[in-house]
């Protein structure tokens, strides 16, 4: 295994609603999801794709999407559009197939900050917790829901359309770019502040915004 995840234990899959209880390691960098044999989770029922889904192992992180399937892949129950980051608990279904997403890690950010120290940037929305490269971002809630949208979304452009449904959801996302281009202005400005750079939010013209580099140098285990 890569030293690039020495200091994290792999995730599972489980399988849901069988009598027999299926589980799957996480190790590889790349697992794929479908009806194939070279698939290395063999979903053999006919709703499911030859190349179904693929979730990407990342240091601290597993990030599914799904590959071009016929019927779609859901999350949580709904349809996967993109790349999205797993979460404890989370459900992955192929078909009729349910896969829950068991992260031992799950208590191991909280516990030691590996991903705060290492990340250049480490988000928990439901917390309210910011970090880049350890260091507390404090952020106004619409710069918290506009960083998450970001880090939730790995190397995806998220275009001003899902920014202003996120960030101003009062507003039906009724919302003029200069609001957006102010925000941007003023969380990057906070992210320098941090010590982190200034371009890790990239702007995409005529598209929107992604997040560079959101994964950190090999974890070296001390917090």
Same mark, same amino acid.
């Given at each position: 295994m890569s030293d690039e995840f020495a200091d994290a234990r792999p995730a599972r899959l489980r399988s849901q609603g069988t009598a027999t209880r299926v589980e799957f390691v996480l190790e590889a960098r790349t697992t794929l999801i479908g009806r194939s044999p070279q698939c290395d %989770? *063999?979903? @053999?029922?006919?709703? /499911?794709s030859r190349?179904?889904?693929? %979730?990407?192992?990342?240091?601290?992180?597993?990030?599914i999407s @799904?590959?071009?399937?016929?019927n779609g892949t859901l999350l949580n129950g709904?349809?996967? +559009?993109?790349?999205? *980051?797993?979460r404890h608990g989370d459900v992955i279904q192929v078909g009729t197939t349910r896969l829950q997403? +068991? +992260?031992?890690?799950?208590? %191991?950010?909280? /516990?030691?900050?590996?991903?705060?120290?290492?990340?250049?940037v480490w988000v928990n929305h439901q917390s309210g917790e910011a970090y880049a490269h350890g260091k507390a971002l404090v952020l106004a809630p619409k710069e918290l829901a506009f960083l998450t949208l970001l880090f939730e979304h790995?190397?995806?452009?998220? @275009?001003?359309? *899902?920014? /202003?449904?996120?960030?101003?959801?009062e507003y039906g996302g009724r919302i003029g770019s200069y609001n957006i281009?102010?925000?941007v202005s003023r969380l990057r400005r906070k992210l320098e502040h941090a010590g982190?750079?200034? +371009?890790?939010?990239?702007?995409?013209?005529?598209?929107?915004y992604r997040l560079t580099n959101p994964d950190p140098s090999p974890a070296t285990g001390e917090p």
């Open positions: %989770i *063999q979903v @053999d029922e006919p709703l /499911a190349r179904h889904a693929e %979730i990407v192992r990342q240091t601290w992180r597993y990030v @799904d590959v071009g399937s016929r709904e349809v996967l +559009d993109g790349e999205r *980051q797993l997403f +068991d +992260d031992p890690n799950a208590t %191991i950010v909280e /516990a030691t900050g590996l991903p705060r120290a290492n990340l250049s790995p190397g995806v452009i998220c @275009d001003r359309n *899902q920014v /202003a449904i996120k960030v101003w959801p281009e102010t925000l982190a750079s200034p +371009d890790l939010i990239v702007t995409v013209r005529g598209r929107g």
